[in-house]
């Protein structure tokens, strides 16, 4: 549930370019463009147009919510409602202060200035138990808790008696509401719009936490996202409300200068744990003891409860979002699966985790993506869609259902839905000597070769770093760093195509198929797609500072291993992540899994290739390689093991694609 910390002033600018992780570098969109500054030349004023007021609204239980409301002054005509609750706070950051009362205005309160210009009644809430909010916070709301104690709410219950309140008793409202809101605020989109409320016409979940466990935050294919969660619970903690602090986030000291470095030291989870406040603890702690897909997580999965929706709805993600990827797929299957009636939009882009919100959009890293898309987003995507719905605009255009950016050609599709029907299922097979084809390895080269596999040794001693560079926290520019440096590792396994004679445009899930077996009684399998540049590939122009991650070092673009898509599948869960099931060392096996979704093209004159490893360091936790609960793992747990990846006929190891024809 990473946070979209309340956006972006002075101060806010100043921990995104210290937070440079994948929990902080969301800062660059905190929940919306709520605070962010202005461009030089904009003398647009907040406060000169809007007049601002402070509620404490009542929900069915007596429980008050803190509301701010901002009212257009301009009174010639009606206006609708633009809402969004927050876990981060509906005060406004003046001076390095959070501040609340009607003095007190933003620079932006709305998605972007053209929602000011245009004209809406904007709100903005503290959910329960958050800031100046009444009620007890619970985390990732449980839509359905019949152990609900006093003060715990129901979320769509709570947008439900909002609504009511506002229609009544704020003036000048054409009786239309609107609900938008990223990461964590993306959560309680979805949750509001539950058994919605009649007046709520339109609804944009965007990188909405949905299942924690299930390839968002938390969990990715049964391995723990530590490096994230870490830096994450390290700041955002619970306190007790309703009051208005704390009033920034505090960046935990690591001590040294690489992560890696930090949690090698520590290595178990427990000693990890302890290097942090109680406080810090109480909320890290219980992602970490839920390490199989138990109640706790199971009921904080909003995605089967995303029913009777009234409103349209545009979810939003991107594919570089390092937190909450996963999310807006769930999102849009489940309410496409369960209110059939509604018009259920997905727009994914080149972005990480709210990038939409606050930067230009057009380039990550070392990755050039050619436009300004998140600019193009917010003016001819997500304008459109909330005046459509909420103003009844006159010129507005039947919108696709999916617009889904192309990486690697730089283009924006359109498709009646995702992934696109017309995509065909291709498997990429491992070879011998490193080779990747559409061809199955046949039984004369797996004879030629002799073993018809590839192994390596797996040490949590040394374990495969993610980046090739130092950092804490998790730099948001992972998501397509350069893989040279894994490469050439011993315990990494490397295949790769011949140069393409044509473009290859994959959209839809990358599916890895292998066969495996491990000396040891468990493995992590992590499988990485690449997209490898030529060797005569253009040099890089320089990187603006506010476009490049300052964490990773400029590099020569010739040959570049451009990450595309990488997930890890913790092997105990390979038949279920509600029971572990261990190894039996030298057993074959096969492991089918998803590592997520992409739509990229594979240019002319590249490669494809596919990385192998048992280790990512420490994006995920350490794997003991011994059967057993990792949380209590202890140091002399951690065991060497040797891992081998089959290619032989009968047993061909290779990565399924959706690719377009």
């Known amino acids: 549930m990473t946070a979209l910390r309340s956006p972006l002033s002075a101060l806010a600018i100043a921990l995104l370019l210290a937070f440079q992780t994948a929990h902080a570098a969301e800062a660059a969109a905190r929940a919306t463009r709520e605070d962010a500054p202005a461009p030089a030349a904009d003398t ?65 309160i709305g998605p972007s200035r053209e929602f000011e210009t245009s004209g809406y009644i904007f709100v903005k809430q503290d959910v329960r138990g958050r800031f100046m909010s009444e009620g007890k916070w619970q985390e990732m709301t449980p839509h359905v808790n019949s152990r609900r104690q006093p003060g715990e709410g129901n979320e769509s219950q709570d947008m439900y008696d909002t609504v009511e309140w506002l229609l009544k008793n704020v003036p000048n409202n054409n009786g239309k509401v609107g609900i938008h809101g990223i990461s964590y605020p993306g959560f309680y989109t979805s949750a509001s719009i539950i058994d919605s409320h009649p007046a709520i016409r339109a609804a944009s979940p965007q990188a909405p936490v949905t299942d924690l466990y299930m390839g968002d935050d938390s969990y990715h294919g049964g391995a723990f996202m530590l490096a994230a969660n870490f830096d994450f619970y390290a700041a955002f903690t619970e306190e007790q409300n309703p009051t208005p602090l704390p009033a920034t986030w505090n960046d935990f000291d690591y001590g040294v200068s690489d992560g890696y470095d930090f949690f090698l030291k520590h290595r178990t989870l427990e000693n990890i744990g302890a290097t942090m406040t109680d406080k810090q603890r109480a909320l890290f702690w219980p992602n970490v003891a839920h390490s199989t897909y138990d109640a706790f997580w199971q009921s904080r999965n909003i995605a089967p409860h995303l029913k009777n929706i009234k409103a349209a709805v545009l979810t939003v993600g991107g594919w570089y979002d390092a937190e909450d990827l996963q999310g807006p797929f769930t ?12 018009y259920n939009g997905l727009v994914i882009g080149p972005w ?23 600019d193009y987003f917010r003016q001819h995507i997500l304008l459109p869609f909330f005046e459509q719905h909420l103003k009844d605009a006159k010129d507005a255009k039947a919108a696709p259902n999916v617009r889904a950016f ?8 359109s498709y009646s839905t995702w992934p696109p029907q017309q995509a065909k299922a291709r498997t990429l097979y491992f070879g011998p000597n490193g080779t990747l084809s559409w061809q199955q390895p046949a039984a004369a080269a797996a004879s030629i070769t002799g073993a018809g596999y590839d192994e390596y040794v797996s040490d949590p001693a040394r374990p495969v770093p993610y980046i090739g560079y130092p950092a804490t926290g998790v730099p948001k520019e992972y998501m397509v760093s350069d893989q040279r440096f894994a490469a050439t590792r011993p315990d990494v396994l490397v295949y790769r ?12 899930t990358v599916s890895p198929r292998l066969f495996v077996s491990t ?25 603006k500072d506010e476009e490049h991650d300052v964490g990773a070092p400029q590099v020569n673009m010739a040959g570049y291993q451009q990450l595309v898509r990488g997930n890890p599948l913790r092997g105990k869960f390979r038949h279920s992540f509600e029971q572990a099931e261990p190894f039996v060392p030298g057993k074959v096996e096969a492991l089918n899994y998803s590592i997520g979704d992409v739509n990229h093209t594979f240019r002319r004159g590249h490669r494809i290739m596919v990385q192998v490893q048992s280790s990512w360091f420490p ?43």
């Open 497 to 508: 195509s011949a140069v393409l004679e044509e473009d290859v445009t994959v959209a839809g």
């Open 619 to 661: 994006l995920v936790d350490l794997n003991p390689q011994t059967f057993m609960d990792i949380p209590r793992a202890k140091p002399e747990d951690f065991k060497k093991a040797t891992q081998r990846v089959y290619h032989a006929p009968g047993m061909a190891s290779g990565i399924a694609l959706q690719v377009l024809p």
């Open 406 to 413: 192309e990486t690697g050609s730089n283009v924006w599709r």
């Open 519 to 543: 000396s040891g009684t468990d493995a992590d399998w992590v499988v990485k797609l690449i997209d490898v540049y030529p060797d005569d590939y253009p040099k890089p122009e320089a990187a």
């Open 44 to 108: 647009y004023s907040v406060r000169e147009h809007y007049t601002k007021y402070e509620y404490r609204i009542p929900m069915r239980d007596g429980v008050r919510l803190f509301t701010t409301v901002y009212v257009p002054k301009d009174t010639s005509r009606r206006y609708p409602f633009l809402m969004q609750r927050t876990p981060y706070s509906a005060g406004v950051t003046v001076d390095e202060k959070l501040r609340y009362g009607v003095d007190f205005y933003p620079k932006h």
């Open 331 to 342: 999102t849009y299957q489940s309410i496409k699966r369960n209110n059939p009636a509604i």
């Open 352 to 374: 990480v985790h709210g990038g939409w919100a606050a930067d230009e959009g057009k380039r990550l890293g070392h990755v050039r993506f050619d436009a300004k898309t998140s």
